[in-house]
């Protein structure tokens, strides 16, 4: 599990940047990575291309995005309600509790 340090800025987490990357690829199917990278550098003064990559590798090893050359797409993860299993498309069936438990997923 990730633990970030009691007195560090949330908004620079790599979870909560995660975030912003994931609203961005929800608009298109793939996207050209510097435009993505362009865009977050641009949301705050004190992100730096490295975090952007660091971001980006957190999001991969979750099975959330996926590469083709230099683009870059959201894996669409489907959700059954009924019995709340949660199926990621590379991955097998998992069932979820709550949200804590997703974040430990990755």
């Known amino acids: 599990m990730i633990l970030p340090h009691p007195e560090s800025d949330l908004s620079m987490n790599i979870m909560v940047l995660g975030v ?13 990575l510097e435009d993505v990278l362009s865009d977050f550098i641009k949301k705050d003064t004190r ?3 490295d975090l952007f990559f660091d971001t980006l590798t957190f999001l991969y090893s ?13 894996i669409p993860i489907k959700i059954n309600n009924k019995n709340r299993e ?6 097998s069936i998992t069932k ?11």
């Open 20 to 32: 912003d990357i994931i609203k961005q690829l929800k608009k298109q199917d793939f996207l050209l």
């Open 96 to 106: 979820i509790k709550n949200k804590q438990e997703m974040l430990l997923l990755c």
């Open 47 to 49: 992100r730096t291309p």
């Open 86 to 91: 949660m199926k990621l498309l590379p991955m």
């Open 62 to 74: 979750c099975g959330l995005i996926e590469k083709k050359d230099y683009k870059i797409k959201l």
